[in-house]
């Protein structure tokens, strides 16, 4: 799930994503929580506010909603 929306993701912004990921499974499939990185502080990553999103995909991986951080 990880890869499908990191290829989501890529494809909508036309570059590479720098995110943490976490994964939830729901009955209808997943729920996927991208955290975009902002930059590193002594080779740790900083996140920023607002900056995440939530991808809900059905468990062949296909996109069903896109929710932007606010």
């Known amino acids: 799930m990880i890869e ?12 590479p994503v720098d995110a943490r990921y976490s ?10 929580l991208v955290e975009f ?8 990553p900083l996140f920023y506010p607002g900056g995440h999103c939530i991808l809900v995909l059905r468990r062949d991986g296909s996109v069903v909603r ?5």
């Open 66 to 70: 896109y929710m932007p951080g606010e």
């Open 23 to 32: 994964v939830t499974r729901t009955k209808e499939g997943y729920n996927v």
């Open 4 to 15: 499908a929306a990191r290829r989501y993701l890529e494809a909508r912004d036309g570059k």
């Open 37 to 44: 990185v902002g930059g590193y502080e002594n080779g740790r």
